[in-house]
Structures are given as C-alpha cells and as structure tokens.
T-cell receptor, first 114, second 112 residues
Framework: AQTVTQSQPEMSVQEAETVTLSCTYD???????LFWYKQPPSRQMILVIR??????QNATENRFSVNFQKAAKSFSLKISDSQLGDTAMYFC???????????FGKGTRLHILP | DAGVIQSPRHEVTEMGQEVTLRCKPI?????LFWYRQTMMRGLELLIY????????DSGMPEDRFSAKMPNASFSTLKIQPSEPRDSAVYFC??????????FGPGTRLTVL
C-alpha cells in the first residue's frame, strides 16, 4: 500500500536556525513525484518544493532544499535560516506515475520561535 | 496567472440548509479534486474529475454530498441537507497530467 510517514508530529526551533523535517514513503513504483506542502495558519495549502524521482539531483527553492534518498525511500525537507513566517504545518506527499491521487503524510507542525 | 479560485471563502449556515461550494481550476489543467480537512480526520479526498468526468467518488461521505463539473473551468460541491458534522474546510485543487496539485484558498464551512 502507498503510505507516507512523517515521524515528527511537532517541532520548534529558534529563528535563523536550520531545521530538517523527515519523511519516508512506501511505493513499488519507480517513477513518481514527491512534494512538500506548507499550510500556515491561514489554512492555504502552498507548494514548497517538488522532486521528480528519476532525478538524482536534490531540488532546492531558495531556503528550502530536500535530501532525496530513493533507495531508502526518504525525502526530508531542510529549511535554512528559518523565519517566523515559516511557522506552519508541513505535509510530505507523493504521486505515483500514471496515477492522479496524491498521498499525504499526516503533517509536521513547525513552530519558529523569536 | 490566477490560481485555483474558490467561493465562498466562508459559509455559515443552519442545519438542514443546502450548501453549494464553487471552484474554478487553473486554466489548462485537466484534473480537479475536492478535499475536506478537519482536525479529527485530517485531509480527505472526496472526489476527483479527469477531463470533467468523475473518476473516483469513493471519498464522498454519503448521498447528501454531490459534485459536478459541467465544463473545464467550473465545478461545484453540494451538500443537501447540511449537518453540523459537515463543518470543515473544503479545498479544491487542480493539476495537469497527474503532476503537481495546486490548491485553492479553501472554503471554511460552519453548519450550526
């Protein structure tokens, strides 16, 4: 069965620190997409970063980067120089190739402390 | 570019009333998804469409819920009659060729 596991329900870090959110997933497919979404208190679901499984290079978006380990089925998100605006729920997710439905993890609630 | 548009953003209604939520997907996207999010159950997929055709409605809670997509640029989710347990945030999302889903801002529904 397709699953996404986020083992850290909640985390807190000081502003300007670096934080890593972990995610593991299970799939029997070789081609798929991986995502991190951010949901701030406004409840808007915002795409943070996207990774194509066939690409070995880790995706980066400004202060956000991923560590994609395909063999280990691991997809962690690193936030550098964290800011107060990064406070949000973060969801890891993936879509298998040829499928439409996205599988979400249960989320990690991240607090950035001033 | 306009993202996914949802209306209304907030809806407060009384039990038994009909509620209609609306969604305009991103132009050119061929898939549309309706989700419900609550504290207890998290994010749940209710139904999704490909090329305006419903593909999977297994997440629709019961017959009180119905969804339509009459054309590529519009979809509705209707609840009739509404109940307090339907109170949640309802999201619409769209995607192109099974890739990234982009979410609308959501409709916060409160049923009294």
């Amino acid at each position: 069965a397709q699953t996404v596991t986020q083992s850290q329900p909640e985390m807190s870090v000081q502003e300007a620190e670096t934080v890593t959110l972990s995610c593991t997933y299970d799939t029997s497919e070789n081609n798929y997409y991986l995502f991190w979404y951010k949901q701030p208190p406004s409840r808007q679901m915002i795409l943070v970063i996207r990774q194509e499984a066939y690409k070995q290079q880790n995706a980066t978006e400004n202060r956000f980067s991923v560590n994609f380990q395909k063999a280990a089925k691991s997809f962690s998100l690193k936030i550098s120089d964290s800011q107060l605006g990064d406070t949000a729920m973060y969801f890891c997710a993936f879509i298998e190739n040829r499928d439409d439905k996205i599988i979400f993890g249960k989320g990690t609630r991240l607090h950035i402390l001033p | 570019d306009a993202g996914v548009i949802q209306s209304p953003r907030h809806e407060v209604t009384e039990m038994g009333q009909e509620v209609t939520l609306r969604c305009k997907p991103i132009s050119g996207h061929n898939s549309l998804f309706w989700y419900r999010q609550t504290m207890m159950r998290g994010l749940e997929l209710l139904i999704y469409f490909n090329n305006n055709v419903p593909i999977d409605d297994s997440g629709m809670p019961e017959d009180r819920f119905s969804a339509k997509m009459p054309n590529a640029s519009f979809s509705t989710l209707k609840i009739q009659p509404s109940e307090p347990r339907d109170s949640a945030v309802y999201f619409c999302a769209s995607s192109f060729l099974s890739d990234t889903q982009y979410f609308g801002p959501g409709t916060r529904l409160t049923v009294l």
